[in-house]
């Protein structure tokens, strides 16, 4: 979002920047701040080619805030990142999964995430196999 946010390597291009400030204002979206090592991602272990940039961002519109509220997002020092797979979307049962997990399960938001993920995980794995074996 901003130069300060990355040192080392080339300079991120101004225009971009401003461009995705604006888009975050347009949805009406605010930087809920964060709590943890400013860097978020590093490259190389030299001081010439060492790269450090700010990237994850927590965002969210005040309706989410007020539903949800937060002092900061915090640094999620996992073993093992969570990708949401884009074949999921294609699968017909992604979302009911996802509504019937949230609707059950009545623990804080952070906790419903993360056992939100190991639900997607395992039902990913039992899905992948099953589309596999039809090939």
Request: one cysteine or more.
């Amino acid at each position: 979002m901003y130069g300060f946010e990355k040192k080392g390597g080339a300079q991120r291009d101004h225009k971009k920047m401003e461009a995705f400030r604006e888009t975050l204002e347009d949805c009406q979206l605010q930087d809920i701040g964060y709590s943890g090592t400013w860097f978020t991602w590093e490259r190389g272990n030299l001081p010439e080619t060492n790269i450090r940039e700010r990237l994850d961002r927590g965002v969210a519109n005040e309706k989410w805030l007020n539903l949800f509220p937060i002092d900061k997002a915090t640094e999620y020092l996992g073993n093992q990142c969570f990708h949401f797979e884009a074949w999921w979307t294609l699968e017909e049962a992604t979302e009911q999964v996802i509504k019937d997990f949230w609707e059950f399960n009545a623990e804080s938001l952070m906790v419903k995430l993360e056992k939100l993920q190991e639900k997607l995980r395992e039902w990913a794995r039992q899905n992948k196999g099953k589309k596999e074996g039809k090939k």
